[in-house]
């Protein structure tokens, strides 16, 4: 029902930026709470930043004064900006979405992942 497409992912040099696009599509009823997640191999997925309908943002304290989430008016689509990258930050990138169901569950949906390397 719902659908996730990133975009912006890529291969840069250590202290290069980049910038994460993710737009949701489908049956969305809401302002949700969207997110980004991130995966490095052998790793475990793990938060990098999340916003609220209000705008309310938290970042995780890895990335920390580096990344900025943000989103569009219409709160559907959501962006990462990521300044000051590092090795460590090299991951599969994912967007997600957070919808509520009913009253006793939320609905997790996520995106395909992007790719971010951070090489020299």
């Known amino acids: 029902q719902v659908q996730l497409v990133e975009s912006g992912g890529g291969l840069v040099q250590p202290g290069g930026s980049l910038r994460l696009s993710c737009t949701a599509s489908?049956?969305?009823?809401?302002?949700?709470?969207m997110g980004w997640y991130r995966q490095a191999p052998g790793k475990q997925r793990e938060l990098v930043a999340s916003i609220t309908s209000g705008g309310n943002t938290n970042t995780a304290d890895s990335v920390k004064g580096r990344f900025t989430i943000s989103r569009d008016n219409a709160g559907n689509t959501v962006y990462l900006q990521m300044n000051s990258l590092k090795p460590e930050d090299t991951a599969i990138y994912y967007c997600n979405l957070k919808q509520r169901r009913n009253i006793l569950a939320t609905d997790d949906y996520w995106g395909q992942g992007t790719q971010v390397t951070v090489s020299s």
């Open positions: 489908g049956s969305i009823f809401s302002i949700p709470v």
